[in-house]
């Protein structure tokens, strides 16, 4: 079997590194004529019996082209280093997709594969599985039946249109699940697996506890002459404690968010004037967010706050060992969201909407839609900031989905 997986940009690799290395395991198995096992009840019989290695090919669409946020994942995640990058870059939406419709095509003609596996809802997911339906390819869709509602969203759009053509749809959550089947997808091609971001998760949180949280810090500073409260953590420690120093971290790059002023902003007043006086505030900060302060002049008071530390974007490990330790989350990215919920970091999330319901706390999660409505964002923040950590593990958040997700390909029946 030869299967082509794609990944566009930073959330993807998060979440094709545990696919690969499921099918290392699965050819390493076969190359060692052993028979695979499993205790797992959700996996099949069919798949197990099939003694096939899999011919893997991983294109990089390089929608995210940048070293600090590609390579560096990829050294990062153990993942193998793409066969195939199509060189897109950055441009217009329709720019992306054309473009990588137009390469991967060419791809696909020449190595015709049985599967493409694509993930998420980049860009790159949706062009990818038009171009293989339109190659008469079989496409599985990983995080299938996510839903915001928001049509603004261009997320969405790629969403949509990826669970329209896509064969096998992988779903991380039983709500997406209903999703799916409300909009009259066949059951037979909905496959619940779990959320394969937590495969990935699992498998480097002990690496990143290892860390400091202080040298994060002094290694990422955007502002290296400005004086930060490194009493965060004691200097002998490594991992969190109920005896430091809390912190706030905060992540914020939505086009909602951060592209108007009269939005921005009372946010950044927010920050300086209230979080940033309670805790010291850790925000690692996206090229976009970072433009829009100096496009506002906003900048140089963010920097005048003493307590505010502004961190250049940081790799896996040392965002997941911040949220480890955290006493609370500002966010507007979906994965962050997910995180927290394992983790059981209180979360604000900066969006009046979310794909993600199973993290909110009326799902049993840990998070809560705020928007960017200052009265709104205040008063949860007041309300979650007192609240006891508590971790919340919903079903086939487990580590395992990875596997999972290789024997519903495996088994599929066409």
């Known amino acids: 079997m030869k299967i082509i997986s794609v990944v566009g940009a930073r959330p993807n690799f998060m979440k094709i590194a ?27 019989s069919e798949a197990l019996a099939k003694e096939e290695l899999i ?22 995640l153990n993942i193998p280093e793409a066969d195939i990058n199509l060189g897109i870059g950055s441009g217009s939406h329709a720019e992306q997709v054309g473009k990588t419709m137009i390469e991967f095509e060419k791809v696909l003609k020449k190595y015709k594969p049985d599967w493409v596996v694509v ?27 996510l839903r915001s509602r928001d049509m603004n969203m261009p997320e969405e759009i790629n969403r949509l249109v990826t669970d329209r053509l896509s064969d096998l749809l992988l779903t991380p959550d039983r709500l997406s699940n209903k999703n799916l089947l409300a909009e009259g997808v066949s059951k037979e091609k909905i496959k ?10 699992e498998a480097q949180r002990e690496k990143a506890e290892k860390l400091s949280i202080n040298d994060i810090i002094l290694n990422n500073l955007i502002d290296v002459t400005k004086p930060v409260p490194l009493h965060i953590l004691p200097p002998s420690a490594t ?10 971290l905060m992540t914020m790059h939505r086009p909602s968010n951060v592209d ?8 950044i007043n927010f920050l300086i004037n209230e979080v940033a006086k309670d805790y010291p505030l850790i925000w690692t900060i996206h090229p976009r967010a970072f433009k829009q302060l100096e496009l506002f002049g906003l900048l140089d008071r963010v920097r005048q706050c003493q307590n505010l530390i502004l961190l250049h974007p940081l790799g896996y490990h040392e965002l997941l060992r911040l949220n480890l330790g955290a006493r609370i989350v500002l966010t507007d990215s979906g994965g ?6 394992v983790l059981g970091t209180p979360c604000l999330t900066l969006r009046w909407n979310t794909e993600r319901p199973i993290t909110l706390q009326e799902h049993g999660g840990v998070t809560v839609l705020v928007g960017n409505n200052i009265s709104k ?16 593990r919903p079903e086939l958040w487990d580590g395992k989905t990875a596997e999972r997700i290789l024997d519903k390909i495996l088994a599929f029946d066409s």
């Open 18 to 44: 545990p696919f690969c290395h499921a099918i290392e395991k699965h050819n390493s198995t076969i190359a060692n004529n052993q028979q695979p096992t499993t205790n797992n009840q959700y996996l099949s």
């Open 55 to 76: 011919e893997h090919i991983l294109v990089h669409t390089g929608q995210h082209y940048d070293d600090k946020m590609s390579k560096a994942f990829f050294e990062a």
């Open 119 to 145: 993930v998420g809802d980049v860009n790159a997911t949706c062009a990818c599985s038009i171009t293989a339906k339109k190659e008469h390819i079989k496409c599985a869709h990983i995080e299938a039946g």
């Open 192 to 201: 619940f697996v779990g959320n394969i971001m937590i495969d990935t998760l």
């Open 239 to 248: 991992h969190f404690t109920p005896s430091a120093l809390p912190f706030a």
């Open 260 to 267: 108007r002023r009269d939005v921005f902003e009372p946010i």
């Open 336 to 341: 962050l969201q997910e995180e927290c919920c």
């Open 377 to 392: 964002i205040r008063e949860e923040y007041r309300k979650n900031i007192i609240k006891e950590r508590y971790p919340v």
